[in-house]
């Protein structure tokens, strides 16, 4: 027998109750059963996938009224703990910035839109009314990544859940401590609210075969999966209806008519946050000879160290690993300050230095290779019609997320007709492309591969048509 959150409230409030009215309260002696408290995690996917199965019988049957306090609830919890899942993700992962964290967990619970994103359309004339609304599908599995573990499981849930799906997480393993505590938290928001117990749910212990087992279940209806390019391509053998957001390069374009200071304040800002973990964030950059020495004179006044000769020689035996002819970052040190990275190689560092530069060829690894460092090689070229075809090569096809900073519309257009990125940020960080200090909607699941793109609630959903015939003839 399995005791809930809910029945242990109403046996407490049967007894206060007959304690109120004078009544001699009968407690039950001892109850010797296995109480769950609901909170989604379980030893096995299997009963994952019952839970969030049963639970979704339960979420379908609610009100919109009633998911919508259960998104804002979601919103609320999450904000109130992002300070202390900030830490944790740090403190388990050993990737980031605590205060960058922060801000992409507020990001995640202020602007991942809620059940508003599902807008019905009517058709109506003289043959009669047809209604496409949004439905749900089901029990998605989402699988999640260890660089932004908290505000994926927030992204996602709020996504998912105003979609009126149920989940079944397989968080990264490293990042199983935080993606669990977020998991909980937020169905402690859902049951609040009146919604289902189980509605997120997941394995204690989550690692590759719980990965495959999820991707695979029965009862798991479809797949969202955040991260490189291995559990992309796993997802989408499985044969049910993937959502993948796979891994990024993104490219900068620096023109010479681009506003030199600013250019380079933007690109220290979006390539050091959270120390380059972001799918998004500038990986490389390709500016115009004229303005280039400008651009890393300015990086350098923002907090860049700009390394040469043997120095970046160094640097690069830390951080590149090379096996069977292709290059690997070194996973020591993803998501390290560049003073730790700086040390490792064997400098002398400022604490307060957020990025390192350094000038490079056009096929050098650390331009091809996703690092996920704060460490930013620059490519000089002649002309910005260069500069755009090496961004093209660079981006890899990942149609992910591409920069320019530039003040000649032809230019800027040109850059976003031939890239083909999902995200394309014109004069600012990379983090605009989220929403983050910028219009529009946030997301932490991008999905290029499959191409959907930026998702929210909608993205989750199928869509159903109602049609009433001759509805307005009379026989
Ligand atoms: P990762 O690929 O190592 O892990 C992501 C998840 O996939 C984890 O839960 C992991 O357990 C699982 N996984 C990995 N290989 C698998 C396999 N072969 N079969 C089944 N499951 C598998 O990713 P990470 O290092 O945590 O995150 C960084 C990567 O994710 C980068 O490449 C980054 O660009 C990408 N990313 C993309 C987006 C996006 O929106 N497109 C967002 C965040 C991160």
Redesign the pocket.
Known sequence: MQIYENDIKKMVEQVLQQLGQGQTAEVPAQIHVEISLGDGVFDTVDEAAAAARIAWGKLRKLTTATRKQMIENMREISRNHANELAQLAVEETKLGKVEDKIAKILLAANKTPGVEDLVSTAYSGDDGLTLVEYAPIGVFGS??????PAA?VINNSISLIAAGNTVVY??????KRVSIKTLKLLNQAIVAAGGPENALTSVAS???ET??QV?NHPKVNALV???????V???MAVGKKVIA????NPPVVVDETAIIAKAAADIVKGASFDNN????AEKEVFVVDKVANLLKAEMVKNGAIELKGIQFEKLLEKVLVKKNDKFYPNRDF?GKDASVILQAAGFQANPNVKLIIAETTKDHPLVMT?M?MPILPIVRVPDVDQAIELAVIAEKGNR?TAIMHSQNITNLTKMAQEIQATIFVKNGPSVAGLGFESEGFT??????PTGEGLTSAKTFTRQRRCVLVDGFRII
């Open positions: 699988i999640t990544p260890s660089t932004n994926t397989n968080p990264h393993p490293s990042a989550p690692n590759l990965s495959a991707m999966v955040t991260g490189g390019g291995p559990v391509n796993a997802a957001a796979g891994p990024g973990v972001l799918c998004t993803i996703e996920l992910h997301t932490l699941t991008i999905a290029g």
